[in-house]
């Protein structure tokens, strides 16, 4: 299968090809070809991004990712791994004021 890069590739020679062409009808058979390999462009970006989660062992999917598919597709986190505002609020200015080096909330 060809990657999304050269199948981009392929339709940008189709739109060359479309402009240089003389005839409507060439230009219009380049046109279509060219939509063709964008389609197959969009999926084989999404064959690549499924495969890459399987190419290291931190990003495998958990068994709650595999319980909200749509979710682990979207890159959304569990509730109980987000912060409301106020909690990042205060984790952004904890590591903004301990700027030394230290790990965890600076003691006053």
């Keep these: 299968m ?3 890069v050269e199948c981009m590739a392929k339709a940008d020679q189709m739109d060359v ?3 240089e062409s003389d005839d409507g009808g060439g230009r219009d058979a380049y046109a279509s070809m060219a939509r063709s390999w964008r389609r197959t ?3 084989a970006r999404r064959q690549e991004a499924r495969d890459a989660v399987w190419s290291h062992p931190d990003l495998l999917p958990t068994s709650a990712d595999l ?3 749509l979710g682990f597709q979207e ?3 569990p509730a109980s791994e ?4 106020a909690e990042f609020d205060a984790a952004l200015v904890d590591l903004l004021e301990n700027q030394d080096g230290e790990d965890g909330p600076q003691k006053t």
């Design 2 to 4: 060809m990657t999304s």
């Design 41 to 43: 462009a969009i999926v």
């Design 67 to 69: 319980d909200d598919p």
């Design 82 to 85: 987000t912060l409301t505002d």
């Design 17 to 19: 090809l479309a402009l």
């Design 75 to 77: 890159g959304s986190l």
